[in-house]
Every structure is written in structure tokens, then in C-alpha cells.
């Protein structure tokens, strides 16, 4: 838009039209028809034909063909070449045949599309504004194009997170305008098509939340009410509506939709008795509804009366779950006291009762219910999980008041094992570790057989991070009740935050198995094969999890994200269109939605910048929050990441997350001191955790702490369970001695690690590198002989009994097939042999030139070849060996004989000639041996070898 003029205020991008977005322009040229010339159009005809076949690289040399054939600028030719180069991420190239074809194009909405689209990837967004803005202008004089209206759609993205929220939203209404009312066939278009998959009603999400950040509720209504006209029976379209109305503070409004999941709206206001929860998929929304509309005491009222008569008691526990949700604690405690009154052996509504009453601030009363159902049914321990953790959460914000409760109860006469034990889960939930030990002590030692003290115990020492003391309560909880699941998953979990994965996942499984409908043991099973990037295991439970519970966000979102990790889009797609008509939270929705409107471009800017907008609007959202982290981090701008995890860091100072992210940041930021303050503070939780222990060992190495990096590493090395593994550490551990020129110490642990594995060849060359870098070549000359002379007797050795096999076979018929075998089975043996004695060959070749002895170095080699004429290996290091030692000539003749063997290959041949070139000073020679090899390069030389052949050019030239 035009800048304000000098003295009139800033203009409010919020509020800027549309009308006043401007075009891209760019001047005009001439337009030729590209039938002028039938050889370029056949050239054009190949390669529209390759870029449908996905085969873009053969499209462009067809292309380049046919524009070096063209005798002018024909758009087809243009337009294709710029489309070729955008599917291949050339995006500069692209963007220039872009700008050409639109010069030469009689319409001009495809070409301004695609630098839109080349724009936006190079984040310049008001660019490809501009471009969007230019494509759907050229819709008033051009045919209907399908990329039009894809455009309004790309604007609209741009404009809002360039802030022209109004006219963002009038490009989003453009652009369902066109899908549903003037355009309809677009909706099959390629351009369109993708987008429609993740919101088959268009942009009627994008175009009410913008109207809402504008504070035009009434428009979102209107909007809403027209999608919902539209689409009557979309649960997603109702819900919004739903949301809308309540957002513009219409209660009454919102309340009659939620009423059309039960009534055509003339019938009763509540649901008939015995309703199914799965009827209602906006049962939350309903409750919030009644709230806002001051009838949810009402409603409650006459559920409770249902309930009361033996009827909706699975609605009632559902709304009751809702009432929690909407902080409404007094009603939820009221109906779950209600239910447990049907249900007097049920332990889950009596667990749900409590926490809503203590929640309500009636601790006594909560207290009082639930020692009450544990004295009367003392074998009933199958409590489902989410309920019992539930309780058993620590809540620093109402310590004090638990603690006084607590310490007056303990004093109070007449204590039973009962009331210790829920007199333990209190002050263990107020951080009072002590007063819970002694209290489930005493409940214990009362009653011994009651399983269930063992298990908060267990719980409560996890939520400490006490691991070991976890699980020896876990166990004495298994030894009274063996099939106990939450035992087992106590157990598992106290396993797992010691990283003794494969006792975890034993004891997870048998949560499972034990209570197979828990959807927070499925859950907690999917988390943790996820840690372990086990994905399909992983989507497996998060699957069966949604499946014991749809409503479970917490499945859904974790099961989308790891079908889109495990490059499954269309599962993770298809999954949330099944959950329409599950009761989601917004937030989770939310989420969903943008991780599933980004999968294709992650972390690229419009998904970091509206996760910036969600994250802003919403702090308390830590899943955000470490996406917003993570992606700035990933796209290296570490100084807008690190805030925004300092802040999750605080707010959250339980979650690991946001602590790992916060020490990487810290260390990419070379502030390795505080990262690893960080670090210590998590090792200390988790131990062996093996992803926090690398990162503290880089901070320790980076910070010269070196005696506390080698200890984490050797921890790390006791952990290590694949030699891929142990491999890596050990060389970081060598490292950590090398560098530092530790070599005494860098020997003696190659002496444990060849001892060890005395056929590991990695060590010992490791070792014959630290004694030449020690200074002592000779040692390390003298080790690197000794290692090659018992393969050389071995190999001469075996080579004897072949020739004698081969003796005996031809004078034995050509069917004896066991001297055959024999003989196969020695010739497979020596070659084992000599290609050993090749690698030890060569770390005796690559030391002696290391440390300079090239007299030993060229008798040993001179000598081989004595013994194996002709060998190629063994003359190409006599090659080197000449060069490097300022012989270039001699090089050049051992060269050519060589090279008249034709063993050699042609690539190799000239590098070797131009170093010996160079070496002698006539570095004309040596650069036209490598430019003849990059002007007309071998079959078979890579784009690797070509730079490698370029590095080699100039490190010649530099030196000369």
C-alpha cells in the first residue's frame, strides 16, 4: 500500500481494504507464438510430457534446447523452464524465466502465481503479495483459471501475517466465493485440491478468526451461521458455530445449536434418559453454553434426578468430566457423588467425587469421602489411572492449606489405615515427603495385604524423581496383587526414568494387559515408544488409546504428529476427519489443524509466524511453545528462540522439554557454562537419560571441564547398548585426550580397547596416529610391521595349500566334489586373508609417510611388488609416496608404466599427474591436466569427485 504522506499518521495495516493492496508490475513485451517454429514446439511438446511424468531435470534439457533453437522469448517455453526450476528448488532461476515469461504472456495470472509462490518460499512476502494481488487482478480480463483463485487463498496468507487482517479477510472470502458459488469445479484443481484436505469447508476457519482479532464478532456469526446453512450436517461447521456465538457473548444463541444434537428444536431442553455421550459431540460446548447461559444448574439438577432414578449414568460422568474441564468442581463433585450412589462398589466415581470437591476447596469433605470408601472396600484397588494420579498430583499452590489439614488430622485420635493413607496422598500432593513416608509407613504396616498404599507410595517417589525407591514399592505392591496394572505401570514408569527400557516396556505392557480399556496406560505406552522413535509401536497405542476414549486430545494430536513423522500424510489426514465427531478441545484442534496446514513446509516462515500469533495469544500453551522453540531453533535463529525457552523453561520447570531445548539453545549460543547448569539439574532426574548426558559432555568439553566430560562419557559407555554406539563415544573420549595432547592417557585407553577387541583394526590405527602425534614414529612405525607380518606368513601360508589343493584336483576327476569344496572354501579363506593384509599394508603405508620415513616406506613397498608385480594398490601408493617425497619425476615415469597397464583409472591417472606436475613446479602442466578433466569429464565422475577435482585446481594455483 502506499506510505503515509509526510505528517499524516501511520496507517493501521489492520484495517487497509483490499482495494488498496497493490500489484506487482512489470513492463510488457513483446508476445511471439511459439508455432513459429514446429522444431522448438516439439522440443516444448517433450518436455510438457516429462514435467507430468515428475522427470523435471529431462524437462529442462529438452527446454534448454529448445530456447538455445528460439529465435525469441515465447512465454510457453519461459513459463515451463521457470516451472521446471521451482519443482527442483532452483528458486533464483525460477523466479528469472518467471519474470521473462510474464513479459512475453498474453494472460498473465499463471505466470504471476508462480513468482508468488517463488516469493513466499524466499520469505519475501510482500513480493509475493504483490504477485498474488497482480494474478487475481488479471481474473477480470482473463478465462476462468483455476490458479486464480488458488491466489486469493495464498494472498490472503500473506496478507495476514503481514498484519492486513481485513484485507486478508476479504481474500479468503473471494476465494470461497469462488469455490462454492462462481468456481465450483476448482475444488478438483491441483492448486486447490491440497488445500481443501485439511478444510473441505474452505477458508471459513481462517475468515472468522480473523474477523474475531478484529473484534467483528457480529460478522463471525454471520459467517458461521451462513457455513453452518451450507453444511448441516458438519459437526465441525456446527461446533464453530457454536464457538462463534459464544465468543460474541450470544449464550442463549449458542445454546439452541447445542440443544439441535437431541431436538429439531421443538422438543424437550435435555436429552431423554439414557442418552449416549457419543450422541452428543458437543457436550462440552453444551456445558459451557449452560453456563454462560446461567441454566447449568438447572441442567444439572435434572440430570442429577436421572441419575438418581438408575438412568444416564454414563452421560452424567461424561458432563461431570466437562464440569471439571469448565472449572465447575462443586457440580462435577455433586453428579459423581450422585453416580457413586448407583455404583457403591465402583471405586471411579468416588476418586472423581474427591478430586472435584478438594478442587472446590473442601479438602475435609474430599478427605472424608475417600478414606471412607477404602475403609468399606479395602480389596477394591482397580482404580483407573487418570482418576488416581489426579490425586496424587503435587500442587505447590495449595500446600499450606493441605499441610495444615494434614497436621491437624495426624493429631486427631482414632486413626485407621484408611485414613493414613489419604492423609499420605495429601502431604505427599503438598511436597511434605517426609510426613507421607512415616503416614504410608503406618498404613502399610496396618494393613499389609492393602496394595494400593504401595502404589502412591510408588507415585508419589516418581513425581520426585526417586526412581529406585519407586520401584521397590512397586514391587511390594505386585507381591500382594500381581495382576495390579497401575502396580505394574508404576513400576514401568519408574524403569523408564531410569532408561532401563527393555524392564519398561515388560512392565508398560503389563499395565496394559492388566487394564486393557485405561486410555492413560495406552497413552503413556505411545509416549514412550515415541521417545524411542519407535514409530509404529508408537501410533499402534496412541490408536488404541483414541479408540478406549475419542474425546482423548491428547492421543489424537500425538497420533497425527506420528503418522506425519513416519511420512504417512494421508493417515494423519484421514484420522482427524474421523475425529469430527469426538467432543476436542480448541486448543487441540487448534494445534492439529496447524500442524496438518504446514506438514509440507514445517518451520517454514508462515507456520514460525503463526505459531508466534497462537503462542502470543495464548502463553499458557506449552505445546506451542516448544513448537514455536523448536522451529526457530531448527531454522538457526537462535536469538528469537532462546526467550521464548527461558520463558517455557519457567513456566513449566517440571516438563524436560523445554529444559533440553533451553540447554541446546545455550550451547548454540557457545554459552556452554549456563547450558550445562541447565543439564545438570535434568541428569540429576533422569540419570541415564543418554540424549542429556551427550549434551552435559559437550558442555563440560567445550567449558575445558575435562575430568567431568570423561566421567559422563564413561557413564555413557556403560550405557551403551550397540557398538555403533560405543564407537562414537569412545571416539569422543579419545578426542577429549588428543586434543589436549593427553597422548600418555589416549594410549593406555587404546591399550584396554585392543585388548578388548584385539581384531578391531579402528583402535589400532587409532593407536598408530596417537604415537606418531606423541612423537614416537619409530614405536609407531615398529607397530604398524609387526601387525603386517603375521598376516604375510598367514597369507603365504594358506596361499601353499591352495597351489597344493589345486595339484591333487587336476589330477583327481572333475566330479570329486568334496576336494572341490575344499578348495573353494581355502580360495574364499585367502582372500579374507589378503584383503586384510591390504588394510594392514596400508596403515604401515599411511604411517611411515606421516612421520617422513619414506626410505623404510618405499623398501617395503618396492619389495611387495617384487612379490606381487603389477599390483595396483601397492603401486599407487608408490606413486604418493614418490610425490610427497619431492620426487616428482620418478612419480611421472612409475606413473606412466602404470598407466600403460590400463588398471588405473583415467580420473585417478590425471589428479596423480598434476600433483607430480606441480610438485616440480610446472603448474601449467598440472592445470591443464585438471581442466582437461572437468572439460571433458570420465563416465562415472561424480559431482563429489568434480569438486574434489576443483579443490585440488586451486589449492595447486594458491600454491604456486
Same mark, same amino acid.
Given at each position: ?11 493501521? *495495516? ?40 515428475? !522427470? ?27 516451472? &521446471?526450476?521451482?519443482?527442483? *528448488? ?59 483463485? #488458488? ?107 447445542? *440443544? ?169 500432593? #503438598? ?74 516396556? !515388560? ?11 485405561? &486410555? ?130 519457567? *513456566? ?246 602404470? &598407466? ?61
Amino acid at each position: 500500500i502506499p506510505p503515509p504522506l509526510q505528517g499524516q499518521p501511520q496507517v493501521d *495495516r489492520r484495517l487497509v481494504p483490499l482495494e488498496d493492496i497493490r500489484p506487482a508490475a512489470l513492463a510488457a513485451g513483446t508476445v511471439h507464438d511459439l508455432n513459429q517454429q514446429p522444431e522448438v514446439r516439439n522440443l516444448f511438446e517433450a518436455a510438457s510430457g516429462l514435467m507430468r511424468s515428475g !522427470k523435471y531435470e529431462a524437462a529442462v534439457d529438452r527446454l534448454n534446447a529448445a530456447l538455445n533453437r528460439s529465435s525469441h522469448n515465447y512465454y510457453d517455453l519461459l513459463y515451463l523452464m521457470a516451472a &521446471a526450476k521451482f519443482r527442483l *528448488r532452483a528458486d533464483g532461476e525460477a523466479r528469472v524465466y518467471a519474470s521473462q515469461a510474464l513479459q512475453a504472456a498474453r494472460e498473465t495470472a499463471d505466470a504471476h502465481y508462480l513468482l508468488g509462490e517463488i516469493c513466499r518460499r524466499q520469505t519475501q512476502l510482500e513480493a509475493a503479495m504483490g504477485h498474488y494481488r497482480a494474478a487475481t487482478l488479471a481474473a477480470d480480463t482473463e478465462v476462468p483459471n483455476p490458479r486464480v483463485t #488458488a491466489a486469493w487463498f495464498r494472498l490472503a496468507e500473506c496478507l495476514a501475517e503481514n498484519g492486513y487482517l481485513t484485507a486478508a479477510y476479504e481474500a479468503y472470502t473471494r476465494f470461497d466465493e469462488a469455490l462454492w458459488d462462481t468456481q465450483p469445479a476448482h475444488c478438483e484443481a491441483e492448486e486447490i485440491a491440497p488445500l481443501l484436505t485439511d478444510r473441505p469447508q474452505g477458508a471459513i476457519q481462517e475468515r472468522i478468526d480473523l474477523l474475531k482479532r478484529l473484534g467483528r464478532h457480529s460478522d463471525a456469526v454471520a459467517v458461521s451461521r451462513a457455513a453452518a446453512a451450507r453444511w448441516p450436517d458438519s459437526l465441525a461447521v456446527q461446533r464453530l458455530l457454536v464457538r462463534t456465538l459464544l465468543a460474541a457473548v450470544q449464550h442463549e444463541q449458542a445454546l439452541a445449536v447445542c *440443544r439441535l444434537q437431541w431436538t429439531d428444536g421443538e422438543g424437550p431442553s435435555f436429552p431423554e434418559p439414557d442418552t449416549s455421550p457419543r450422541s452428543l459431540p458437543l457436550l462440552s460446548d453444551t456445558v459451557k453454553a449452560l453456563g454462560a447461559a446461567s441454566q447449568l444448574e438447572a441442567w444439572t439438577a435434572e440430570l442429577q434426578r436421572q441419575v438418581s432414578a438408575g438412568q444416564s449414568l454414563e452421560l452424567a460422568a461424561a458432563v461431570a468430566d466437562r464440569l471439571s474441564k469448565a472449572g465447575e468442581y462443586a457440580a462435577a463433585a455433586e453428579l459423581w457423588n450422585a453416580i457413586a450412589a448407583q455404583q457403591p462398589q465402583d471405586a471411579e466415581p468416588v476418586w472423581a467425587a474427591a478430586v472435584a470437591l478438594r478442587a472446590s476447596g473442601d479438602v475435609g469433605a474430599a478427605a472424608d469421602l475417600l478414606a471412607q470408601f477404602v475403609r468399606s472396600h479395602p480389596d477394591n484397588i482397580d482404580v483407573p489411572w487418570k482418576r488416581f494420579v489426579a490425586w496424587l498430583e503435587r500442587d505447590e499452590g495449595s500446600a499450606a492449606e493441605l499441610i495444615k489439614y494434614v497436621e491437624k488430622q495426624v493429631a486427631a485420635p482414632g486413626r485407621d489405615f484408611a485414613t493414613d493413607f489419604v492423609l499420605a496422598t495429601l502431604a505427599a500432593r #503438598a511436597g511434605q515427603n517426609e510426613l507421607a513416608e512415616q503416614l504410608f509407613a503406618a498404613a502399610v504396616e496396618a494393613r499389609p495385604e492393602f496394595a494400593l498404599a504401595q502404589v502412591a507410595w510408588a507415585q508419589s517417589l516418581v513425581a520426585g524423581y526417586e526412581w529406585e525407591p519407586a520401584k521397590t514399592h512397586a514391587l511390594a505392591a505386585l507381591q500382594e496383587a500381581e495382576q495390579l496394572g497401575a502396580a505394574h505401570f508404576v513400576l514401568g514408569a519408574a524403569c523408564a526414568g531410569l532408561d532401563q527400557n527393555d524392564e519398561a516396556e !515388560k512392565e508398560y505392557r503389563e499395565a496394559v494387559k492388566d487394564s486393557p480399556n485405561d &486410555a492413560e496406560f495406552l497413552l503413556a505406552l505411545g509416549h514412550f515408544y515415541k521417545r524411542r522413535d519407535d514409530l509404529l509401536a508408537a501410533q499402534r497405542y496412541f490408536q488404541q488409546a483414541l479408540t478406549v476414549d475419542r474425546d482423548n486430545g491428547e492421543a489424537l494430536e500425538n497420533l497425527v504428529e506420528s503418522y506425519l513423522a513416519g511420512g504417512k500424510p494421508g493417515l494423519a489426514r484421514l484420522q482427524f476427519r474421523e475425529a469430527e465427531d469426538a467432543d476436542l478441545a480448541e486448543p487441540v484442534l487448534r494445534r492439529i489443524r496447524t500442524t496438518l496446514g504446514f506438514s509440507e513446509n514445517p518451520f517454514g516462515p508462515e507456520h514460525l509466524a503463526e505459531l508466534k500469533r497462537q503462542y502470543t495469544a495464548d502463553p499458557q500453551d506449552i505445546e506451542t511453545g516448544l513448537k514455536l522453540a523448536a522451529g526457530l531453533l531448527v531454522r538457526g535463529r537462535y536469538d528469537e528462540a532462546f526467550p521464548y525457552a527461558q520463558e517455557l523453561h519457567a *513456566r513449566f520447570p517440571q516438563d524436560a522439554r523445554p529444559a533440553v531445548l533451553l540447554a541446546r539453545l545455550l550451547a548454540r549460543r557457545l554459552e556452554f557454562r549456563a547450558s550445562a547448569d541447565v543439564l545438570v539439574n535434568l541428569v540429576a532426574r533422569y540419570p541415564n537419560r543418554g540424549e542429556m548426558l551427550r549434551l552435559l559432555a559437550v558442555a563440560r568439553l567445550a567449558d575445558f571441564q575435562l575430568d567431568e566430560a570423561r566421567r559422563i562419557i564413561r557413564h555413557l559407555l556403560d550405557l551403551a547398548q550397540t557398538d555403533a554406539v560405543r564407537t562414537a563415544l569412545r571416539d569422543q573420549l579419545l578426542i577429549s585426550y588428543v586434543e589436549f595432547s593427553e597422548f600418555e592417557a589416549a594410549l593406555q585407553l587404546l591399550d584396554e580397547w585392543t585388548a578388548a577387541e584385539p581384531e578391531n583394526a579402528t583402535w589400532w590405527r587409532e593407536k598408530l596416529r596417537v604415537l606418531a602425534l606423541a612423537g614416537r614414529e619409530q614405536e609407531a612405525l615398529e607397530l604398524a610391521s609387526s601387525r603386517v607380518q603375521p598376516l604375510e606368513d598367514e597369507f603365504q601360508q594358506k596361499l601353499g595349500e591352495f597351489k597344493r589343493l589345486l595339484d591333487r584336483y587336476k589330477q583327481l576327476p572333475e566330479e570329486n566334489l568334496p576336494m572341490r569344496s575344499r578348495a573353494e572354501a581355502v580360495q574364499a579363506e585367502l582372500k579374507r586373508i589378503q584383503s586384510k593384509l591390504q588394510e594392514r599394508r596400508a596403515e604401515f603405508v599411511q604411517v611411515g609417510m606421516q612421520v617422513q620415513n619414506y626410505q623404510a616406506v618405499e623398501g617395503q613397498l618396492r619389495q611387495w611388488l617384487r612379490d606381487q608385480p603389477g599390483d595396483s594398490e601397492i603401486t599407487q601408493w608408490l606413486i604418493l609416496l614418490l610425490i610427497q617425497d619431492d620426487r616428482p619425476d620418478e612419480a611421472l615415469s612409475q606413473l606412466e608404466a602404470f &598407466a600403460a597397464t590400463g588398471l588405473a583409472a583415467e580420473a585417478a591417472l590425471r589428479g596423480w599427474r598434476a600433483e607430480a606436475e606441480a610438485a616440480a613446479g610446472r603448474t601449467d602442466k598440472a592445470v591443464a591436466e585438471l581442466d582437461a578433466l572437468l572439460e571433458e569429464p570420465p563416465v562415472g565422475l561424480s559431482a563429489r569427485d568434480r569438486a574434489e577435482v576443483w579443490a585440488k585446481l586451486i589449492t595447486i594455483l594458491i600454491e604456486a
